[in-house]
């Protein structure tokens, strides 16, 4: 069974610090995605990694992936207010077919980001 | 464009009555997706769609929920004799293609606004 910890599960941070948030995950992992969640709203897409240690970056965040410490983090860099919210990471599992979790997403727990000024 | 939508937005139920989540995915897309969200659990899949047959219906909680999709398009998550514990809420997602190969954007899954259930 696939399992996906993040760690912190919450997070104050003041504006213009840094911060990682981790996510570990169990299995090998076809892909690995970043979601964004606002109150009382649904899931955005932040990032998709490969498998191959990819790391994207979208203006004060950074995604990575080590595939073999099974280990994704999200890096914060200088946050702003407008980043609080409820960051989950979600692992795909291997998709080879005839696998159960093939389509599906398993998320960790969400670390609750709020960021003082 | 469109993006997913789901209907209703609210739903208020009494325990032992039956109800329908609607789904409307991204046109086009023919991957679909059931989670559900609750303080207690967190994210759950339920249940997968390619087309209009389900591959995956693991997370499934039990014989009263059931999906369907209809024209690998519209789908409807049916909850018989709701309990206090179905509530929650309930998202639907859709992808382009269930996998995703050097094209990164394929098999990314992009979530409604969901519904939220209570049971009385």
């Known amino acids: 069974e696939l399992k996906v910890e993040q760690n912190p599960l919450f997070l104050s941070m003041q504006e213009g610090k840094n911060y990682t948030i981790y996510c570990n995950y169990s299995?090998?992992?076809?892909?690995l995605y970043w979601y964004r969640q606002d109150p009382g709203k649904s899931l955005e897409s932040l990032f998709v990694l490969l498998s191959n240690g990819a790391v994207k970056q979208e203006g004060r965040l950074m995604a990575s992936l080590d595939t073999k410490a099974r280990l994704s983090t999200l890096h914060i860099t200088a946050a702003v207010h407008d980043l609080s919210a409820t960051y989950f990471c979600a692992d795909k599992g291997p998709s080879n077919a005839g696998g159960t979790s093939y389509g599906k997403l398993t998320f960790g727990q969400g670390t609750i980001l709020t960021v003082h000024p | 464009g469109a993006g997913v939508s789901q209907s209703p937005s609210n739903k208020v139920t009494e325990k032992g009555k039956d109800v329908e989540l609607r789904c409307d995915p991204i046109?086009?897309?023919?991957?679909l997706y059931w989670y559900r969200q609750s303080l207690g659990q967190g994210l759950e899949f339920l249940i997968y769609f390619q087309g209009n047959s389900a591959p995956d219906k693991s997370g499934l909680p039990s014989d009263r929920f059931s999906a369907e999709r209809t024209g690998g398009s519209v789908s409807t998550l049916t909850i018989q004799r709701t309990q206090q514990e179905d509530s929650a809420v309930y998202l639907c997602?859709?992808?382009?293609?269930?996998?995703?190969?050097?094209?990164?954007?394929?098999?990314?899954?992009?979530f409604g606004p969901g519904t939220r259930l209570t049971v009385l």
């Open positions: 046109s086009g897309h023919t991957a």
């Open positions: 997602a859709s992808s382009l293609r269930s996998t995703g190969g050097i094209d990164l954007g394929t098999d990314t899954q992009y």
């Open positions: 299995t090998t992992s076809d892909r």
